[in-house]
């Protein structure tokens, strides 16, 4: 029976230099643009109703706002998967962004 002696096996320092870093450059854009996106979105959903409340539609224009923004919010994730599949993550991406 032959065994190894782990003492005398590789480094893991060794290994780790051969494999790429885990968090590159375009993950790290990616996740900036992602808290960007999701950012301007939840501000969105704070600010509209007390600003429609404000502008005198209400407790009922306020709760309409909101349910809107949450409609579309979820057509669009329904409807993201093919436009990622035709257009690509970067132009779908630069487009909910506007």
Known sequence: MTTTDPRNSASPTAASKDRPPLVSRPLLLRFISVF?????FYLLLSVVPLYTRHSGAGGDGAGATTGALMLATIADEVVA??????FGHRVTLGAGLL
């Open 81 to 86: 998967p093919r436009f990622i599949e035709r």
């Open 36 to 40: 960007g996106a999701s950012a301007s």
